[in-house]
């Protein structure tokens, strides 16, 4: 009798065993691969939130200095008008005008009809007046903020607008002369002049604003300027000259 022998059959099992290692390796490594994405694709989330709200909180930060500068920036104005009616109240016939931010010198620097001269005792007020105004741009709220003193010279609606343009022009340049004049009351020092010089500005504006009559219109008003809240101030520097000249008009 001859034996035969045959390899021994291995079970389905066995056989198929390999494959479910290798299927479930994969899976599992799918698995990994998806929770790593997904953790990376939240850090990634995260971060970005994370520098949205750092900018966020910059703007704002930058908001809130611009807001807290704007707010020091009114208190320095409002203080400045203060002390300008503070001042206003020393002078009789003299007010203040804060919508406007005006000064207005009403019958004390009144023009006559188709006229810019001033009596001397209207330019002896003025002349008064003056130091008031340089003193008032010393004061530390003004020195921050102030721009400029414009003199503006009023005319009545009677006559043309080029005629009247020019005769307010004369009347801001009269006033300026008053402050200027060496021989009268209460002339200025040669370093008010100066100050004079650096800070105040001469416009004309013909009849605008005019008041309720003739008379009232034909005025001198001070008009107070201030810098905007990013101006920066003109430090170009006077000549030091104390020739200041004499007025041809």
Known sequence: MVWRSYPERRSRD???????ISYADLMTALMVLF?????????????TVSEHEQREAEC????????????????NIDRCMEVAVEAAK???????????????????????????????DQEAILRRFVPELLAMAEHPACKRVLKRIVVEGYTDKTGSYLANLNLSLMRSQRVICAMFKTDGAH?????QK?????????????????????????????????????EKRDEQQSNGSGDFGKCAI
């Open 35 to 47: 929770l790593v994405s997904m953790a990376v694709g939240l850090l990634a989330m995260t971060r």
């Open 90 to 120: 020393r002078h009789e016939g003299v007010k203040v005008d804060l919508q406007r931010r005006v000064i207005d010198f009403g019958d004390r620097a009144r023009f006559a009809f188709n006229s810019s001269l001033l009596s001397p």
């Open 14 to 20: 066995e056989a198929e065993k390999p494959f479910w």
């Open 194 to 230: 100066r100050a004079v010089r650096d800070l105040f500005l001469v416009g004309g504006f013909a009849f605008n604003l005019s008041k309720d009559t003739p008379e009232e219109s034909r005025r001198v008003e001070m008009r107070i300027e201030f810098l905007g809240l990013d």
């Open 187 to 191: 002339p200025l020092t040669d370093e």
């Open 60 to 75: 704002k930060a930058v908001v809130s200095e611009r807001e807290q500068r704007e707010a020091e920036h009114r208190e």
